[in-house]
């Protein structure tokens, strides 16, 4: 049998980390996944519901007790924990706050808001993941799902519009353009997936127009789109795929004007 590669062998640490599983097991399991941590993983569970000896009611249990060590009874509420002891559980897993990284742990817990975490989401959020309720465990799987951050196109919608949520004020319906491009320059960098191409760094010139020409804030339906869009314009730099007759927001058809003014050589060949 070939050796394992480097990225391989730690593939297989993860996959022992996340699952408590031994070595040749995890090997097993990657190797029919094609090394795809989360499809092993996955497969992993749902052949074993109960890893460990850990039942699925003692694993959520054991979430709770987890949950009410992260709150400060003096300043949250039962069932959910603010903004401090948010951030402080955040940096205990390891996140980033300044990049994509946070993005993924709001995810997966499913906060409601920038600085709130609720019990239901945090116990509902890991007893879904299926990892070994334990800090180390739970430590290991948010790095796994970073990893695949940039990878993972579905995922990473996933992550994109939960954004959205947890980051909007919990009383608006949109974000402030401050604050949307500030989050963009977040979830389109690394780890996210970076919006660019070899032409052009499209996250660049989205920040521009919307500098010189966008003075509204950002509802769901504008940031949803700019992400598809974004997905088509790296995949077409050409923007073929833009037609005056498209369901594209009316923001999106500006924008396309604007850069066919701006590289008018792009539109040519577009044209052509």
């Known amino acids: 049998m070939p050796a394992l590669t480097n990225l391989q062998k730690s ?95 709001l995810e997966l817990v499913q906060a409601p808001s920038f600085g709130e975490i609720t019990r239901k989401g945090f116990v509902d959020g890991w007893k879904a993941t299926r990892v070994n309720p334990s800090k180390s465990a739970h430590q290991q799987y948010i790095r796994t799902r970073i990893a695949h951050l940039s990878s993972d196109p579905v995922y990473f919608k996933k992550v994109y519009r939960h954004t959205f949520i947890a980051c909007k004020e919990p009383e608006q319906r949109a974000l402030t353009l401050e604050n949307a491009l500030v989050f963009w320059d977040m979830i389109f960098s690394p780890p996210g997936r970076p919006w660019k191409t070899a032409s052009h760094d499209w996250l660049e010139l989205w920040k521009q127009f919307l500098g010189e020409k966008w003075t509204r804030s950002v509802n769901r339906d504008m940031w949803n789109q700019t992400l598809e869009f974004a997905n088509k314009s790296m995949a077409d730099e050409t923007l073929s795929f833009w037609s005056e007759d498209g369901a594209w927001p009316g923001v999106i058809d500006e924008f396309v004007a604007w850069f066919r003014e701006k590289y008018p050589v792009d539109a040519m060949e577009t044209d052509n």
Request: proline share 3%; no cysteine.
């Open 11 to 105: 593939l297989v640490t993860q996959f022992v980390a996340a699952t408590g599983a031994n070595d040749k097991t995890a090997l097993r399991f990657l190797k029919n996944a094609n090394f795809k941590l989360d499809v092993a993983a996955d497969t992993y569970f749902a052949s074993n519901p109960d890893v460990g000896g850990v039942s699925s009611a003692a694993r959520e249990a054991t979430l709770e007790k987890m949950f009410d060590d992260l709150r400060d009874p003096s300043a949250d509420p039962k069932d959910s924990i603010a903004a401090e002891s948010t951030m402080a559980y955040l940096t205990s897993l390891g996140v980033n706050m300044e990049n994509a990284e946070m993005f993924v742990a």
